[in-house]
C-alpha cells in the first residue's frame, strides 16, 4: 500500500473529502474500482488498529497545550494517568507527517504505562499540521532545523519544571522523529533517556555532548539509515555513553507504525516492551 493510498484515506477519515470523491481518487490510485474496494477494507482496519487507546480512555486525562519554544508558542498533545502522583516526562516525536491520530495514541500509550506523555506538532510554525495530509510533508522542507530541535528541547524543560512531574524526562521519536530525538539528546544536557527509532545519526563530534542514557533501535532491511550506525556506535564508545543498539532483522524502516504496510508485528512488540522497561529504569527517581 503506497503512502499516497494512506494519505488519502487519512484525509478522508479526517472529514477533508466526502466518502464519493475519496472513493474516485482511490480507484486511481488502485487501478480501478474493483482494486479500490478491495483495499477499503484493508484501510479500514489500519484505522481501527491504530488506535489502541481511545480518546477517550477513563484512565486517561488528555488534551491539547502550548509550550513555549524558539520559534513561538509550540503546539502539543498531551496524556497522563488521572491522579495527583508525580510522573516523570516522556517527549513523543512523529513521523514527517505531522502531529495527526497514531502519534496521539503513542502518546496514550505512553501515559497508561505511567508517564506524562507530551508530542508537539514540529509544524507548529505554521499553525500545525494540516487536516490534509499531503499538505504536511512540504511543510518540513520548510523548517528551520536549528529552532526545530530547540523546541524540542524547550519541550524538556516544559516537562522538567512541570508541576505534577518528578523532573526526569525522557524522548522517543520514530523515522524523522528518531533523527530529531538524537539532536534533542545532543541539545539537551537534562534530558535523562532518549529512544530514537530508526533515526538519522547525530555527526560524531556531537555525540560527546550526549548525557542522556540511549536506547537505539533499526530495522534490519533500511540500508540508508543502516549506513551510520557503525560511525555513531563507535562515537558512543568513545563518549563511554550508557546506550544498548537494537536491530531487528526482517524489518522495514517503519516497523513500529501499526497503520502502515510495513508494520512489523514482532519486532514492533519486541521494541516497545524494551522501551517501556527502559524508560522505567531510567526516568526512576
Partial sequence: MSPETNDLYEEFARGSIDRREFFRKLSRLAGGTAAAAALLPVLESSRAMAQVIPKDDPRLETGDIKYPGESGEVRAYSARPKGGTKLAGVIVIHENRGLNPHTEDIARRVALEGFIAIAPDALSPFGGTPENPSEASPLFQKLDRQANTKNYVAAVRYLKTHPQATGKVGCMGFCWGGGVTNQVAVN???????????????????????????????????????????????????????????????AGHAFMNDTGTRYHKEAAELAWKRTVAFLKEKLKT
Fill in 188 to 250: 539537551s544536557p537534562d534530558l535523562a533517556a532518549a529512544v530514537p527509532f530508526y533515526g538519522s545519526q547525530p555527526a560524531p563530534e556531537d555525540v560527546p555532548r550526549i548525557k542522556a542514557a540511549m536506547l537505539i533501535h533499526y530495522a534490519g532491511e533500511d540500508a540508508r539509515i543502516n549506513a551510520g550506525i557503525p560511525a555513531f556506535e563507535e562515537a558512543l564508545k568513545k563518549a563511554g555513553i550508557d546506550y544498548n543498539i537494537y536491530t531487528y532483522q526482517g
